[in-house]
């Protein structure tokens, strides 16, 4: 089993930045592809970013120029740096992670194991 705990939402600001943390223990791998989605109330929950584990990234057209996904490996971490905040970037936000074996990073169901969210709220 592999735990992934979510961290660093909050309340912003619109325009300014967080940055999202997601920390894996237990039998993670890391050959594991790494995957933050969102899920605003009322929406289905939808792909923000991913990264593989030879570290290419994967951006939803919504956020591509203002998040960045990276992953520190020796700690078993992958983080979400978010700036340029939007009211519409507001939003419940899980890490995901699986071996995306199809390479279809975008979807959820590539991903086997999933944290438990951290809500980001952008005031405007």
């Known amino acids: 089993q592999v735990q992934l705990v979510e961290s660093g939402g909050g309340l912003v600001q619109s325009g300014g930045s967080l940055r999202l943390s997601c920390a894996a223990s237990g039998r993670a791998s890391r050959t594991y592809a790494m995957g933050w989605f969102r899920q605003a109330p009322g929406k289905e929950r939808e792909f923000v970013a991913a990264i593989s584990w030879i570290t290419n990234t994967y951006y939803a057209d919504s956020v591509k120029g203002r998040f960045t996904i990276s992953r520190d490996n020796a700690k078993n971490t992958v983080y979400l740096q978010m700036n340029s905040l939007k009211p519409e970037d507001t939003a419940v936000y899980y890490c995901?992670?699986?071996?995306?074996?199809?390479?279809?990073?975008?979807?959820?169901?590539?991903?086997?194991?999933w944290g438990q969210g951290t809500q980001v709220t952008v005031s405007s």
């Open positions: 995901a992670a699986g071996y995306a074996s199809s390479g279809n990073y975008s979807t959820k169901y590539e991903y086997d194991y």
